[in-house]
């Protein structure tokens, strides 16, 4: 079998990885995009897949176990954690997750833990229900004795786990890349290195190795992130759909409308379902996702962030959510102000958009640190309808004090990402001349 990927060309696959490629849960993620929403503004952001990540990221373990003389069981461990280490993915990725971590929804998956996912039958009753349109997952069966291993790997751990999820590792590089090239803040010259850095990292010792030369294409994608993130957490559009998605999902859970066989949904199954379920006495739930896909999206009264992030600890239950758009809407109702009931969401910004990486120089003792993680708490506070800047200034002041009862918190608005974005030189290739190809 061969393909043909946007950032590397032809991709040639063996016998075992088109049978990979071919099992039902692999074919799965083609339903599955690489965002946690279905961007609007953000318009190169909204269909990946990760089916195409996927096949992006074996692309770079070929190129490491060819250059780094890999073969044998290892060879099968290393590309198939690499074209694996998705496949357990709910629908929009993390704002499932998030909502089943925050609140601690009985029977929660661990994304990166598939030996975990194949021991619970994949969360489904039955392993004969372990299926996607009709055909019974097969990885296991095909890995057969090395699926141990595999799961182990994609878990960050054995002798390959740091290479396939670490601080920087070949899912990392390649989507990273791959969603800002789409995006229009990478370049097709920047798919070519990273062939290039995948091949020069190691495990040394169960620490991340590098040579010097390859330093520069590392500061080059923290770069690339750094712009991509900007745009994917802070555009109002981003913010208020991810909003609105995990409200609809917090209250399907409520309603048992979801548990924990809800993971293998896809994108458009999870929307059809809780739109189809959200009826009766949930019909704000049918509501709220009818506005997601007709792009009638909240409007943002308050975009801001803080570095205290202990308050997502307190404030990222439902529990906390709603109380907190209780007391917005009553200060609202007290000054008179006629507006519908607001939304709140919280994102954790720990190592998005900005992360470091640390690396044992060309496999000896010394040890640098490339970068800073950032650490803050992304605030987003949204109306259902549109409200006047005096109703969004209220608005906005009493979420701040509210969040001030529990916190000295100091409280800074975002900037719009498009007004930076656009006019960066994100868009200017690397090029460099490493002789290491």
Request: aromatic fraction near 6%; hydrophobic fraction near 40%.
């Amino acid at each position: 079998m061969r393909m043909f990927d946007p950032l590397y060309g032809r991709v040639d696959l063996d016998d075992l990885e088109s049978q990979l490629v071919l099992a039902p849960e692999f074919q799965r993620l083609r339903c599955i995009r690489m965002c946690n929403i279905n961007s609007m503004l953000v318009s190169g952001a909204s269909e990946i897949s990760r089916f195409e990540h996927s096949v992006g990221v074996l692309k770079l373990a070929q190129s490491w176990c060819r250059k780094n003389g890999a073969a044998g069981d290892d060879s099968v461990v290393m590309r198939a954690a690499a074209l694996l280490h998705d496949v357990q993915t709910g629908p929009f990725g993390h704002s499932l997750q998030y909502v089943v971590e925050d609140n601690k929804v009985d029977g929660s998956f661990v994304h990166d833990d598939i030996y975990y996912g194949y021991k619970q039958q994949y969360h489904q009753r039955l392993l004969a229900t372990a299926s996607y349109k009709g055909t019974v997952f097969s990885t296991p069966s095909i890995l057969s004795r090395l699926w141990p291993r595999v799961a182990e790997a994609i878990k960050g751990a054995g002798k390959f786990g740091p290479l396939i999820s670490g601080t920087l590792d070949l899912d990392n590089l390649d989507n990273v890349v791959r969603l800002a090239y789409h995006v229009g803040v990478a370049t097709t010259e920047d798919g070519k290195n990273l062939p290039t850095l995948a091949t020069q990292l190691a495990v040394v010792e169960g620490q991340l190795s590098a040579s010097r030369e390859v330093i520069p294409l590392i500061e080059r994608w923290q770069q690339i992130r750094h712009r991509l993130y900007d745009l994917l957490l802070h555009d109002w559009a981003e913010f208020s759909a991810k909003a609105m998605l995990t409200y609809a999902i917090e209250k399907a859970y409520e309603a048992t409308l979801l548990d924990q066989q809800s993971w293998l949904l896809t994108d458009s199954g999870l929307l059809d379902h809780l739109e189809s379920k959200g009826v009766g006495e949930h019909q704000t739930i049918g509501e709220v996702i009818r506005r997601i896909r007709a792009g009638a999206l909240y409007q943002p009264l308050l975009l801001a962030s803080t570095e205290d992030v202990n308050l997502y600890r307190l404030m990222s239950t439902t529990e906390s959510k709603r109380l907190l758009e209780r007391k917005v809407f009553d200060r609202l109702k007290a000054e008179g102000r006629s507006v519908g009931r607001p939304l709140v969401h919280f994102i954790l910004d720990h190592k998005k958009t900005s992360r470091a990486v640390r690396l044992r120089i060309d496999g000896g003792n010394s040890t640098i640190e490339i970068g800073k993680n950032s650490k803050r708490l992304l605030i987003g506070l949204f109306s259902p309808s549109d409200t006047t800047p005096t109703n969004k200034e209220i608005a906005a002041a009493a979420l701040e004090d509210v969040l001030r009862e529990h916190s000295n918190v100091q409280i800074s608005r975002l900037h719009d990402p498009m007004d930076e974005v656009l006019t960066s030189d994100t868009k200017s290739p690397l090029q460099l001349d490493l002789g290491l190809s």
